[in-house]
């Protein structure tokens, strides 16, 4: 919040008892263990709520703070929960009754959040302030149901006071580290519990969006309609040619109007004749039931894709990302936190349990392939700091040639493996890259056309990988190997007959991110699928989306399959030493290089080899130490 005279009368100025009737929003409600020491509670008034902005008692007759009264003193923190769009729709469309559902779930939802925080936010106390001890909240809650331009959106600022009471009851600031910590998780908690309300109250199914979640069932024009604030930033943003973060928040500061006031009951009049335009019906209800230990199962997969991207993780980023992915399932914050604390006991059990057993744990797995997303280096590290064993015999390729490529590759040795497919012809340069894809595609055609699942197709871009599954489906669909049957799918039509892949993981539908398999048969937007494993799955595309054709896959997705043969677009800005290691050692046969040619072959060789010696191999902070200072102990 800022120190101005219009910040510590906007909120105030703009509640009204009768909101209803006589315009504005609702009047503010106190909340917070410390308001309850103060003996804050009901509503908001104008002078208490001055006199704690400027930091003094709610009467005026003494400071709470040191500062009290200056004017460079951050008086407090706004925090503001806004509803999904797609909530804020249904609120305005419905009868009273069920506005106060929703408005209820909202309270009960930010309230949840707020306790969260006031666990976690301290004060300080004692000589310089070096104790740091618990901090009971001040809060004014202000629910707000419009944006700037009237259109509703359902929200609550938070005006949490720069004014802390302590355990022995005296009162001093707010350390804003431990709020600016835990605001992400709040807002996660927030989020969470609110599906959670809106679910098991009116029977509204949520879907997960990124970080935050849309109810399922409202119409996308009613919604384009009811968001002229969105539309008035992206409208800025393209009429002065900027796309970033920070002019986004440029944005909506430029194209800020003064809030209007107006009626409730006249507002919900206009919305719903809008409503009424389109056509408007409310979703149909529906209750989810959850099995007993998906809280556990959510944990789980939360800590596996956090630790794909970290080579390390804190318990407060588990619950933020487990609370997100929890949305779905109207998990209340209680049963995240339990499911979490869960996790986290079996991860202690285990290894607890090794070390009383005398079991090890072991890391298995091999550095030299790709590189993760984000943090590396750690396994390497650790085998350099407690030593390793390694398995040298390679199973995987059929022929001793093959074998002796792969084991070149990965020692660094790009020239002895390239030579290699080159004496057998199995190096294709071509003068153009589309020569490039249009020579593998007659080779996949002549070996793999009736039989994709041994036959993959690797790039290390999606544009290609994209282009090249377009034409192998192509290809298939000309010689009458796909079936009639198909359906649509992120814009992508699929056949009956044809290979495709996950691209994420799907707990409800049993498919991992990466699993390839082919489509058995087409039912409406049901697709039967008989995966590389064997198992077969029923999965209905309008609830699992991430899903693309497979005849190709970038170097990454295929990291781990095995082929008889593959064929491999090579060179390029991603081309290295980790990315040839895998595309070179996929098949148990033979692997086909096609590159687009620079000035002559010899040269085009010469640079391949180049770019497949360059390593990008992740380092830890601790490879650049000098000195033993430096060194990780174990």
């Known amino acids: 919040m ?15 008892e009768d909101y209803y009737l006589e315009g504005g929003e609702p009047p503010g409600q106190w909340f917070g263990k410390g308001a309850e020491i103060l003996a804050l509670s009901g509503m908001v008034d104008d002078e208490t709520f001055k006199h704690l902005f400027r930091g003094f008692s709610p009467k005026g007759q003494g400071k709470l703070v040191q500062n009290a009264g200056a004017d460079n003193r951050r008086p407090g923190y706004d925090l503001t929960f806004s509803a999904p769009k797609t909530v804020s729709v249904f609120w305005s469309q419905a009868n009273r009754q069920t506005r106060q559902i929703v408005q209820q779930a909202q309270q009960k939802a930010v309230e949840t959040a707020l306790n969260y925080l006031e666990e976690q936010t301290i004060t300080r106390m004692g000589k310089g302030g070096h104790q740091h001890v618990p901090a ?3 809060v004014g809650m202000f629910e707000h149901g419009t944006s700037r331009a009237l259109d509703p959106q359902l929200h609550t600022h938070a005006l949490v006071f720069n004014v802390a009471v302590r355990p022995d009851g005296s009162t001093g600031t707010i350390e804003n580290n431990s709020l600016y910590r835990n605001k992400m998780l709040a807002g996660a908690i927030y989020r969470a519990e609110l599906a959670k309300e809106l679910q098991q109250q009116l029977g509204l199914r949520a879907e997960r969006v990124k ?16 968001s002229k604030r969105r539309q008035a930033i992206e409208d800025y943003l393209e009429k002065n040619n900027l796309n970033s973060a920070k002019a986004s928040e440029v944005a909506a500061l430029k194209t800020r109007d003064v809030k209007g006031y107006a009626a409730r009951e006249e507002l919900f009049e206009q919305w ?53 992915m929890a949305t779905p399932f109207a998990l209340s914050w209680d049963e995240i936190q339990q499911g979490v604390g869960e996790c986290l006991q079996q991860l202690a059990q285990l290894i607890e349990k090794t070390t009383q057993t005398g079991s090890k744990l072991v890391l298995v ?31 995987r390729q059929q022929e001793e040639w093959a074998r002796e490529a792969v084991k ?19 190096v294709h340069i071509a003068e153009t890259s589309e020569t490039a894809k249009d020579k593998l595609m007659k080779d996949w055609a002549k070996y793999g056309l009736s039989k994709p699942h041994n036959h993959l197709i690797l790039a290390a871009y999606r544009d290609d990988v994209f282009h090249l599954n377009r034409l192998a489906q192509l290809s298939r669909k000309d010689a009458g190997l796909l079936g009639r049957d198909n359906l649509r799918v992120k814009g992508q039509k699929m056949y009956v007959g044809d290979r495709i892949v996950f691209t994420r993981n799907d707990r409800h539908h049993g498919v991992k991110n990466g699993q390839f398999g082919t489509v058995k048969d087409i039912k409406g937007k049901k697709m039967t699928v008989k995966l590389d494993d064997g198992s077969q799955k029923t999965i209905h595309t309008k609830a699992c989306e991430h899903i693309q054709l497979g005849y ?14 593959t064929y491999v677009l090579m060179g ?28 002559d072959t010899n040269q085009t060789v010469r640079q391949l080899v180049t770019e497949m010696k360059r390593s990008r191999q992740k380092q830890m902070a601790v490879h650049y130490g000098r000195g033993k200072n430096y060194e990780m102990e174990v």
Do not use: C
């Open 2 to 16: 800022g120190n101005s005279s219009g910040s510590e009368t906007y909120y105030t100025s703009l509640a009204k």
């Open 136 to 138: 009971k909240l001040v």
């Open 211 to 226: 970080s935050w979640f849309e109810i399922k069932g409202i119409d996308k024009g009613l919604i384009e309609e009811f």
């Open 272 to 324: 719903q004749r809008v409503g009424e335009s389109y056509h408007y019906q409310a979703p149909t209800q529906s209750y989810v039931t959850v099995p007993e230990n998906t809280s556990v199962m959510l944990s789980q997969q939360a800590l596996g894709e956090i630790m794909e991207n970290n080579a390390h993780f804190t318990k407060r980023e588990l619950l933020t990302k487990t609370a997100i």
């Open 365 to 395: 797995g091999d550095h030299r392939q790709l590189q993760p997303i984000g943090a590396g280096g750690a396994k390497r590290k650790l085998m350099k700091l407690l030593g390793y064993a390694q398995l040298n015999n390679i199973t």
């Open 408 to 426: 070149n590759i990965a020692d660094g040795k790009a020239q002895q493996a390239l030579k290699e497919h080159l004496d057998r012809g199995l």
């Open 552 to 565: 190709a896959s970038t170097t990454h997705k295929a990291q781990g399959e095995t082929r008889y043969n």
């Open 572 to 599: 390029g800005d991603m081309q290295d030493l980790e990315l040839s290691y895998v595309q070179l050692s996929r098949a148990k046969y033979k692997t086909r290089v096609y590159a687009e040619a620079l000035e």
